[in-house]
């Protein structure tokens, strides 16, 4: 069997840091390992369309922005099929289909649906189409056969979701649909990367996003006004490294040759964290260091991504290539579905073969 990645994201606004060490680092290492037949990257603009219907516009303006955003990360044309979610039609057949075999009831008891409902206080003016979302996301991994979804933990219960419906179409129409495995971000602290003011979510509605496409200035800003630990306000006092923005930072990005370049007083991140803990170690002097491994880490991104602005066209063009590559593919898999679900009339000779017979 061959081995495929589906993975994309939201077209709300530009990627920020969270996205960068959930999804988008682990992509490209991905993309690059050879170990995959294809890689299928959405821009899941028809999802964000969801909870955004009377802003087309904004959903509109980012596809390009969150583009820009994917190849300046290292996400290449080349090896990676770039594609807009709305622009294959077999997706809202193959949602539809897989309607018929989810009940409301277990939508409803959906985490991930439950947390996005209460964050954006739909409470009971839920849209049909946000509420069903996760069919749709369903048929977007299955559309393309995907064998691995890489996600964060956050999306585990949707991903359990479509291997459910996956398994109910299997075993109502026969060995149709490939069920996919998740691939979760190795580090622990990658899973969810919480926002610059402590909260648990990295939201662009909240403010508190680090965006890759930041200047310098701006992350500088931003990192020196991180939540910390509240508790420690001398230098001598001891730290504390639970819900520690900085720490959860550093867990993220920091590599040992950062230590070397930026602060050579310590070996390694453990030695800088058992310093803290100890008291004896400012949360400034910490920022700081945060400031210039993140500065290290986003600033060949910046850069890219300003390349890439200056030929916005050729951007277009990309997407529109890699739109009409994932659309074959999403039209072998729903002739399958059509097939094994007895809908297929007209690519069917036997059948009709059989009806002529039956009124002779």
Same mark, same amino acid.
């Given at each position: 069997?061959?081995?495929?990645? +589906?993975?994309?994201?939201?077209?709300?606004?530009?990627?920020?840091?969270?996205?960068?060490?959930?999804?988008?680092?682990?992509?490209?290492?991905?993309?690059?390992?050879?170990?995959?037949?294809?890689?299928?990257?959405?821009?899941?603009?028809?999802?964000?369309?969801?909870?955004?219907?009377?802003?087309?516009?904004?959903?509109?303006?980012?596809?390009?922005?969150?583009?820009?955003?994917?190849?300046?990360?290292?996400? #290449?044309?080349?090896?990676?099929?770039?594609?807009?979610?709305?622009?294959? @039609?077999?997706?809202?057949?193959?949602?539809?289909?897989?309607?018929?075999?989810?009940?409301?009831?277990?939508?409803?008891?959906?985490?991930?649906?439950?947390?996005?409902?209460?964050?954006?206080?739909? !409470?009971?003016?839920?849209?049909?189409?946000?509420?069903?979302?996760?069919?749709?996301?369903?048929?977007?991994?299955?559309?393309?056969?995907?064998?691995?979804?890489?996600?964060?933990?956050? &999306?585990?219960?949707?991903? !359990?979701?479509?291997?459910?419906?996956?398994?109910?179409?299997?075993?109502?129409?026969?060995?149709? +649909?490939?069920?996919?495995?998740?691939?979760? @971000?190795?580090? &622990?602290?990658?899973?969810?990367?919480?926002?610059?003011?402590?909260?648990?979510?990295?939201?662009?509605?909240?403010?508190?996003?680090?965006?890759?496409?930041?200047?310098? #200035?701006?992350?500088?800003?931003?990192?020196?006004?991180?939540?910390?630990? @509240?508790?420690?306000?001398?230098?001598?006092?001891?730290?504390?490294?639970?819900?520690?923005?900085?720490?959860?930072?550093?867990?993220?990005?920091? &590599?040992?040759?950062?230590?070397?370049?930026?602060?050579?007083?310590?070996?390694?991140?453990?030695?800088?964290?058992?310093?803290?803990?100890?008291?004896?170690?400012?949360?400034?002097?910490?920022?700081?260091?945060?400031?210039?491994?993140? &500065?290290?880490?986003?600033?060949?991104?910046?850069?890219?991504?300003?390349? +890439?602005?200056?030929?916005? @066209?050729?951007?277009?063009?990309? +997407?529109?290539?890699?739109?009409?590559?994932?659309?074959?593919?999403?039209?072998?898999?729903? #002739?399958?579905?059509?097939?094994?679900?007895?809908?297929?009339?007209?690519?069917?000779?036997?059948?009709?073969?059989?009806?002529?017979?039956?009124?002779?």
């Amino acid at each position: 069997m061959s081995k495929i990645i +589906l993975t994309g994201d939201r077209p709300t606004g530009k990627l920020h840091v969270g996205h960068y060490v959930g999804s988008l680092r682990r992509r490209v290492e991905l993309q690059n390992s050879g170990e995959y037949d294809k890689v299928f990257i959405m821009i899941a603009d028809a999802q964000a369309l969801t909870d955004n219907a009377e802003h087309p516009e904004k959903v509109r303006q980012n596809v390009v922005e969150v583009a820009l955003d994917y190849m300046a990360c290292g996400l #290449d044309p080349e090896k990676s099929t770039l594609f807009i979610q709305s622009q294959i @039609p077999q997706l809202c057949e193959l949602s539809f289909y897989y309607m018929n075999l989810v009940t409301v009831s277990r939508l409803q008891r959906n985490p991930t649906v439950k947390a996005e409902i209460q964050m954006r206080n739909f !409470e009971a003016s839920i849209p049909v189409g946000f509420f069903t979302y996760p069919i749709s996301q369903a048929a977007d991994i299955t559309a393309f056969q995907a064998t691995t979804v890489p996600v964060g933990e956050d &999306q585990l219960p949707m991903i !359990e979701q479509t291997r459910e419906i996956v398994h109910k179409f299997n075993t109502v129409y026969g060995e149709t +649909l490939v069920e996919p495995k998740v691939l979760l @971000p190795e580090n &622990q602290a990658c899973m969810r990367l919480p926002g610059t003011d402590g909260k648990a979510k990295m939201s662009k509605s909240l403010g508190n996003c680090i965006y890759l496409s930041e200047e310098p #200035d701006e992350i500088r800003k931003k990192v020196m006004s991180m939540f910390t630990d @509240p508790n420690h306000l001398r230098v001598e006092d001891p730290g504390s490294l639970e819900g520690n923005t900085i720490f959860t930072y550093l867990d993220a990005f920091c &590599q040992n040759e950062h230590f070397e370049r930026y602060l050579p007083d310590y070996g390694n991140l453990e030695e800088l964290k058992a310093h803290y803990q100890r008291g004896g170690l400012g949360d400034v002097k910490v920022k700081k260091f945060l400031n210039n491994v993140l &500065q290290e880490v986003l600033e060949p991104v910046r850069n890219r991504r300003k390349e +890439l602005q200056k030929d916005i @066209p050729y951007i277009y063009e990309v +997407l529109k290539k890699g739109s009409e590559e994932a659309e074959k593919a999403a039209a072998e898999t729903l #002739d399958k579905v059509r097939s094994a679900m007895k809908i297929n009339y007209f690519a069917d000779p036997e059948l009709i073969r059989e009806q002529a017979e039956k009124f002779r």
